[in-house]
């Protein structure tokens, strides 16, 4: 039976893997998900019309947001825009080309394309105000083209920075991409308590489940550590353990949620071609309106578009597949039209079934055809009256049902159809499960695990300032009419100028957390396991359990139940008491012995029901949180086992006990991924094995290092020490062998794994079929780097040179090289820019390679191909490697380069090489275009002259020359696609080509510096300048191009990333706020955080440094952290486990106190002893003395940051101590102590810290609570659901709201498929749909999706990320749409905390927040508060925008409103004033703004002379004045959403049909300009010769663009 149910199980899986599509064209298919609400309503629905605006505004703010889109552009603005002409780059192949509108006006035709069409169907759109323009779109990488201003700062949306298949990453509109955290998702399933199957883990499942004597044929799992190779029969049965085990697991994804109800079973096709959505789970918790309808509908997915990326060049609207092609974004499958689509048709007929539970009444459940049996457990082990059972059967008719089938799959099974739960015997693994689930139901609402950073547990604070969930209790607040009883009373320690910075108040203690105790003691019993005599009797294990009445009592678990026994502490009696109170659930048992566990577990579970499911649920990895309040440590029997067992999972119940991580992370990569449902399936394998096995990765790097894992050479000394724990290979991050001896030794040694890894995750994302790469994980944990490891099958049995078949052990001296890795690594040498080149071995023969000759090819007992060691994947960085006898550019030279580094391992990073590359393909067209221009014009002269017969001199030459001139305008424009057509038909090798066409294209690749000479294809060798490596004398000359190329790239980086990253931060497209915000804006622009002090050294010299201030801050104190970061790793290295908390207090203390001089506290002696001293020597890894650490001091510790600052990245940072760098860079202690603890792991008491007093010390041995890993792994991407979520970003883009909005709810669908419920991607998703359900006037879906965004960035990001910042006042805003003031109040104030705890108040995004509350306050009329905001974000602003920026006109309008308020009608005139004066000034006399702004000075003159008239009457008559009442009007709460709507970037604006004309006008008009704008740029550059372009090419100008105003 047992093999039977095996083998439908893998049936199934086939079935739903392998079947065909129809595809009905005729019609239109709509999208999977059940869109929310506000999709449904039609696209023509009327958008609130809340203010007219210029048009300038209008056609500056062409932006990648769904909040940004185009409206009525008409020419008297346009006109007034010379700066359109002037703000396209000289510099060629600039990044810049195609940056924000503001700087060039090519945008606007294609983005308003789509606009017109809606248009007519529309009757409002919505556009951002030019006031409130932040800059344009970040570049995420070369890929990236659709880049436009993106307004406003608040709301702009992150990217997402994925990579997918086989492909280069697409066009992400995006500014900050606060996604490469690496935060991924996993199915754990908090919210399910459902155990995590591993591979092997489905065939105990099944046996359990079933009660089946035997599986039968799954032998091969028994044995995970055998390195036989297995046949293809067996590795065709794992394939299926695998899906099945995924399909068990998905049962642990369930979020009951209104919008998109993610209860996927499985993502594949059903039986009979339908894709299983996620059904309605427990009736009870959804609602009503979500109730299962029958409809069929039609999904059309999009296969993988061939060429997402696009061009960063002229035509950046178009895919260019010319670049795809020879650039190697993707290569389209031959016979694959790129427009394929692939339908499927979607049955979904939800039903409903009723459930007979014992003990109380039948009840309905809702249940989806496609759900598994598996499933309806889930609801019930989590439903309120349900969740204290977990070993029973469903059964329909006396039938047991199989837990693994399909409701549709089952006879009888229908409408109104009753399930009886059928209580079933235990065993001992059940019996654990129950104790376990119900320890975890008893500590659900206990944030412990979440401080301890265990299980995927995460903080989130939102319910504290909602007050509960915003969704429901929501509806029943009160609505804002009764103002007076709202309090808006900030706290002092967040009102503008205060210097205060608590602590304590970044985690509110939370009303549910002090968790009502049910029990004092639940613990396993000393008497386990029970002797061989009772187990006849069916005893399975005993328990000890105090009640809160304070009655010990002994249970035993039975295979009947659970019932009292006569044990006692100390006496052995197992016979049931008298009574014995026999129940089959442990609660059942427990509510009838103690009164106060029944009343108190019935309301910790309805308690527990009513959290939002987002705060329950695992995420995908651990998120350490650097603070936490002292905690009580309490008995905790789960806690326990665990820690001294190796689980992981449920381990020790599955067959062959660990998992073999090898196995399943490879197998999950081959499987199948033709289609949609195939990739969904494979994606979401191949995430859930990667997380779990980086929870594994880290759990075992840190039983390593805490010296509790015997090495697998015990003899050696510590630091050559290998480990094996758990199937995974760890190795230190020390030099053994001399191994790196050239490279800079432990330096190197300490490096190559993140190098490792990034290549790693490259070659994972090219995700060549064939071709494998290690699981590995970096762990870096007290001071020491752990590699993680899996392992290749048969490598521990053999020596390293008898394994290596390709690449080399020792650093190029022996090479071999062999067929099948040269095949499979030229798949992958495009996209990653590798160039295939030979090498010298040492018998001088020429070796083949396709990649680093360190990059080592074994094939294991597997027969798979893996690669490995790929720290050398990117090019050297020349700038850090000096070589005799090379000399680098002039940019270089002048920037104090190349410098000696500590290493030799600096490599460029690859969004560089994608960057630089892009900027040649730009150059190539370019040039080419040019070439081409003067052939023609040279025909075209040779010809006029024949015709006329008479030379140029003769008088027809000036006519002639202006002809000419006209000809090459409309030629020009043509000039681009010429190239791409010539070098297309070149690239197919057509023999008909021009040879003058040939040489133009052999030409531009010469002087681009491509590979071929007849197409574009730009390569690196990444050997060039690698020590020990030599290459044959035929590639002499190819070799000196690459070195030039190196050279170039790194010039690159110098004079155009560096300056591009200043450029973007005073334009505001980059808006860091921390210091990893700042870090991953470099890296996405390709630069390497070596290089910081030169950033920091550049915005010190420029023109604008004042508006640069908030970002030299951050650089300063990210130098000062870094640089103690690296004092700290060795210091710790040298520290005793018992002296640990001591150390890293006296660390601290050096590092942020003002006392002078802090004394270390060694450990006590008499725990000391001497003989234990001397075995212990040997497991210290550090060469430092035990007590080494003590003995710094503070002016020793500042004196090494600066000497680390200046060796490592060349900054001159002249501090003596910590209060001289907080005084002279104006930073804050606090801010420091957030970047050193999240850098190094360290976990602080939460509490106030007085860092300022001389007299003791600022930290005790007790403030240091833990030290926590900081672990580097690879993110695997959900690929189809970014081209969905990219999809409808462009379609929001072209105005079509509702389209948009259904392509990002399946994003949101597919997403949830692949990752689980807890993603960062998610996170995005929701974002960008709650801000269409806002713009499309569905208020109460937009808070419900936000509130979801903002819960998932405080559990994935953590709870002050600058991300989860933003997430808090996009939701205040709704709430205030809502009419929750007081609830929109709170979360602004925790907002501005946030802020001001991670960076201070002197921040640009501080102005915007700061308006955001001074205008709620007005609201509510709370004036001088107001005040004291609204003119605190004035001087923000005019500090970083300019005092003539139109951000600050803004802002003086919102302070003048407040005084007229007030009634102080001089003030409000003087404000208004600097407003219109701007307006005037930036915009003229005749626009609206300025005009507006005119109106309502008149209005208060009238106002104020109205006022002093009444004053004088007063004076005159005294008492008996009679005057005109003037008026005092609070605002109106739709005026002041019309502000708010206005500074967070959303305009609504009514069309006309004349504006539609005026628009599609305009809209001609600006294509003209465009076209004119070429032409002229290339007349002017065309004297110049190919050659010399050629030369400049390396050396642009560096330089940095004054700052527009900031409009």
């Not at 298949?165 to 066009?171: A, G, S, W």
């Not at 079933?210 to 293809?232: D, H, K, R, Y």
């Not at 550090?1182 to 510790?1197: C, I, K, L, R, V």
């Not at 910042?1365 to 749409?1377: D, K, N, P, R, V």
Request: charged content about 25%.
């Amino acid at each position: 039976m047992g093999n039977s149910i095996f083998a439908n199980c893998c049936r199934h899986i086939t079935d739903l893997i392998f079947q065909a599509h129809s595809f009905n064209s005729s019609e239109r298919a709509p999208l999977l998900p059940k869109s929310p609400v506000s999709c449904t309503a039609s696209s023509d629905v009327s958008l609130p019309v809340q203010m007219k605006s210029d048009v300038s505004e209008a056609c500056r703010c062409a932006a990648p947001y769904p909040d940004i889109i185009l409206s009525n552009a008409s020419n008297e603005c346009l006109q007034n825009q010379p700066e359109c002409r002037q703000d396209f780059p000289k510099e060629k192949g600039s990044k810049e080309t195609v940056k924000a509108c503001e700087n060039s006006c090519s945008k606007l035709s294609v983005t308003v394309a789509g606009l017109l069409k809606q248009a007519q169907a529309s009757s409002a759109l919505v556009v951002l105000p030019v006031d409130l323009e932040r800059g344009s779109a970040t570049l995420l990488n070369h890929s990236q083209s659709l880049e436009a201003c993106q307004s406003c700062g608040k709301f702009e949306d992150k990217g997402l920075d994925s990579k997918s298949c086989n492909q280069k990453e697409p066009v992400v509109p995006g500014d900050r991409g606060d996604w490469q955290q690496n935060q991924d998702v996993s199915e754990r399933g908090k919210a399910s308590n459902l155990e995590e199957p591993s591979l092997a883990d489905l065939g105990a499942q099944l046996k359990h489940r079933t009660n089946v004597p035997n599986l039968g044929s799954c032998e091969t799992l028994e044995t995970p550590e055998s390195n036989l190779p297995l046949t293809a029969e067996e590795r065709q049965n794992v394939q299926k353990m695998v899906l099945s085990a995924l399909i068990t697991d998905e049962t642990t994804r369930m979020i009951q949620d209104k919008s998109t109800c993610y209860l996927l079973t499985d993502p594949a096709v059903g039986l009979d071609g339908e894709l299983n959505l996620g059904p309605d789970l427990d009736a009870t918790m959804l609602p009503s309106k979500q109730k299962k309808r029958r409809r069929k509908r039609k999904l059309c997915f999009l296969e993988r578009p061939s060429a997402m990326a696009l061009m960063n060049g002229d035509d950046s609207h178009k895919p260019l597949q010319e670049e795809s092609r020879q650039n190697g974004h993707e290569e389209a499958d031959p016979g694959e039209d790129g427009n394929d689509q692939e339908v499927i048709v979607i049955q979904d007929t939800g039903f409903t079934v009723k459930i007979c539970a014992p003990g109380i009444e039948p009840f309905s459940l809702q249940v989806s055809p496609q759900e598994m049996v598996q499933e309806i457990h889930q609801v019930l082990m989590d439903r309120e009256d349900t969740c204290h059972r977990t070993c029973f059967s469903l059964q329909l008719d006396g039938n047991v049902l199989d837990n693994f089938a399909e409701l549709k799959t089952i006879e009888g099974l229908q409408e109104g159809s009753v399930l009886k739960v059928v209580e079933e015997p235990y065993t001992v693994r059940e019996a654990r499960i129950h104790v376990r689930h119900i320890r975890d139901l008893l500590k659900s609402l206990d944030p412990s695990d979440a401080f301890n950073g265990v299980d995927c547990n995460s903080l989130s604070f939102l319910s504290v300032f909602t007050e509960g969930d915003l969704g429901d209790s929501g509806k029943r607040k009160k609505k804002g009419t009764e103002m007076e009883q709202i309090d808006c009373t900030p706290p002092e320690h967040i009102l503008p100028s205060g210097k205060e910075r608590p602590l304590c108040a970044l985690q509110p203690q939370n009303r549910d957390w002090k968790p009502l105790q049910c029990l004092k003691v639940l613990t396993m019993s000393g008497w386990n396991p029970p002797p061989g005599n009772r187990k006849m009797h069916g005893d399975l294990m005993y328990l000890c359990v105090i009640t809160v009445e304070d009655r010990h009592v002994s249970i035993t678990a039975s295979t009947r139940g659970f019932y009292l026994n006569q044990s006692t502490a100390y006496n052995f009696n197992p016979k049931p008491a008298n009574p014995s109170f026999l129940s089959h659930s442990l609660v059942e048992l427990l509510n009838q012995i103690s009164p106060t566990f029944k009343k108190n577990f019935s309301t910790l579970q309805k308690k527990r029901v009513q959290r939002h499911p987002f705060e329950r649920i695992a995420t995908p990895f651990q998120v350490y949180s650097w603070t936490a309040p002292q905690a009580e440590h309490a008995m905790d029997c789960v806690r326990a086992e665990d820690a001294y067992t190796s689980r992981l999972g449920y381990e020790e119940h599955i067959p062959g006990q660990t998992r073999d991580w090898n196995e399943e992370l490879q197998t999950t990569r081959e499987l199948p991924r033709k289609n949609l449902p195939e990739r969904l399936l494979r994606e979401r394998a191949i995430f859930k094995v990667h997380s779990d096995f980086t929870a594994a990765a880290t759990r075992g790097a840190m039983a390593v290092i805490d010296g509790n894992v015997m090495a697998i050479n015990p003899s050696e000394e510590t630091k050559m020490q290998m480990f094996i724990w758990n199937n995974i290979f760890f190795s230190l991050g020390f030099d053994v062998r001399d191994h790196y001896k050239d490279f800079g030794g432990d330096v190197a040694a300490y490096v190559a794994p993140t190098n490792d890894l990034n290549g790693v995750r490259t070659y994972n994302a090219v995700d060549v079929e064939g071709l494998y790469t290690l699981g590995t994980v970096v762990v870096d944990y007290r001071g020491y780097r752990v590699t993680a490891q899996s392992i290749i099958p048969g490598i521990l049995e053999r020596e390293q040179e008898q394994s290596v078949i390709y690449g080399s052990i020792d650093f190029g001296k022996t090479v071999v090289s062999h067929p099948k890795y040269l095949e499979l690594l030229e798949k992958t040498s495009r996209p990653l820019k590798i160039q295939k080149h030979k090498v010298l071995n040492d018998k001088n023969e020429e070796v083949e390679l396709c990649s680093s000759v360190e990059c080592k090819g074994i094939i294991g007992n597997d027969g798979r191909h893996y690669i490995l060691d790929l720290l050398r994947t990117f090019p050297p960085d020349l700038n850090f490697l000096p070589i005799p006898g090379e000399e680098m550019p002039e940019e270089c030279q002048k920037m104090g380069f190349p410098k000696q580094h500590r290493h030799k391992l600096c490599c460029l990073r690859q969004e560089l090489v994608d960057a630089f590359v892009e900027h040649r393909y730009l150059l190539f067209m370019k040039l080419a275009a040019l070439q081409l221009m003067q052939q023609k014009a040279s025909k075209q002269e040779n010809s006029s002259v024949l015709e006329n017969g008479a030379s140029p001199e003769n008088g027809t030459g000036g006519s002639e020359k202006s002809e000419l001139d006209d000809c090459k305008m409309e030629e020009n424009v043509n000039g681009l696609d010429q190239v791409k057509e010539l070098a297309e038909t070149i690239a197919s090798d057509d023999r008909t080509v021009d040879p003058k066409s040939r040489e133009v294209i052999q030409n531009a690749c010469k002087a681009v510096g491509s590979i071929s000479n007849t197409s574009f294809d730009i390569r690196f060798n990444p050997d060039i300048f690698s020590p020990g490596v030599r290459f044959p004398e035929s590639s002499k000359e190819e070799v000196q191009d690459q070195k030039q190329l190196l050279k170039d790239a790194a010039a690159f980086l110098l004079s155009c990333q560096i300056p591009g990253l200043v450029k973007d931060c005073l334009d505001h497209t980059v808006l860091p706020m921390d210091g990893a915000t700042l870090a991953e804006a470099m890296h996405q622009r390709g630069i390497n955080m070596r290089y910081l002090g030169k950033v920091v050294d550049f915005i010190a010299k420029t023109p604008a440094r004042a508006q640069l201030d908030h970002i030299y801050k951050i650089g300063i104190s990210e130098l000062i952290t870094r640089s103690a970061k690296h004092i700290f790793k060795t210091y710790l290295q040298g520290v005793e486990l018992s002296g640990l908390s001591a150390a890293i207090s006296h660390f601290l203390n050096c590092f942020l106190s003002s006392f002078p001089n802090p004394i270390a506290h060694l450990p006590a002696d008499e725990l000391v002893s001497k003989k234990k001293n001397k075995k212990r020597k040997n497991r210290n890894l550090g060469n430092a003395d035990n007590t080494a650490w003590a003995s710094m001091t503070p002016q020793e510790f500042w004196k090494n940051i600066c000497s680390e600052a200046k060796n490592y990245f060349d900054f001159n940072l002249e501090c003596e101590n910590v209060d001289q760098a907080v005084e002279v860079c104006n930073l804050q202690k606090i801010t420091l102590l957030r970047e050193i603890s999240l850098k190094t792991g360290i976990q602080i008491l939460l509490k106030e810290y007085n860092f300022d007093t001389r007299h003791k010390p600022t930290f005790t041995e007790e403030d240091i609570l833990n030290i926590f890993p900081i672990v580097k792994h690879v993110n695997p991407k959900a690929s189809d659901a970014f081209h969905f979520f990219q999809s409808g970003q462009a379609k929001v883009q072209q105005g079509f709201l509702k389209e948009g909005c259904e392509l990002i709810n399946e994003a949101l669908n597919l997403f949830n498929n692949v990752y689980g419920a807890m993603h960062v991607e998610i996170c995005a998703c929701l974002r960008l749909l709650a801000r269409l359900n806002y713009i499309m006037g569905d208020y109460s879906e937009a808070l419900s999706n936000q509130q979801k965004a903002v819960l998932m960035s405080e559990r994935v990001l953590g709870i002050e990320h600058p991300n989860t910042i933003q997430e808090y006042m996009h939701l205040a805003l709704y709430c205030f749409a809502n009419s929750q003031l007081s609830t929109a109040l709170n979360l602004l104030y925790r907002a501005r905390y946030l802020m001001l705890l991670v960076f201070g108040e002197d921040h640009p995004e501080m102005a915007l927040l700061d308006n955001n509350i001074g205008l709620v306050l007005h609201g509510v009329m709370e004036y001088d508060l107001s005040l004291r905001f609204l003119e605190n974000a004035l001087a923000i602003n005019s500090k970083y925008h300019s005092s003539k920026s139109l951000k600050v006109a803004l802002s003086h309008h919102l302070v003048a409103r407040v005084y007229e308020s007030k009634a102080e009608f001089r003030s409000a005139l003087q404000h208004e004033k600097e407003g219109y004066t701007i307006y005037k000034n930036q915009l003229g006399e005749h626009h609206e703004k300025t005009k507006e702004s005119s109106e309502y000075l008149k209005y208060l003159t009238q106002q104020a002379v109205a006022l002093q008239r009444t004053m004088n009457e007063i004076y005159k008559n005294g008492s008996n004045a009679n005057f005109m009442p003037l008026k005092f009007t609070a605002p109106s709460m739709s005026s002041v959403l019309e502000q708010l709507n206005i500074i967070n970037g959303i305009l609504f604006i009514p069309l006309s049909q004349k504006d539609l004309e005026n628009l599609k006008a305009e809209v001609q008009r600006r294509q003209q300009l465009q076209e004119a704008m070429k032409g002229s740029e290339q007349l002017e550059a065309e004297d110049k010769d190919c050659e010399e372009s050629a030369a400049e090419l390396s050396t642009p100008p560096a330089e940095v663009l004054p700052p527009q105003s900031s409009a």
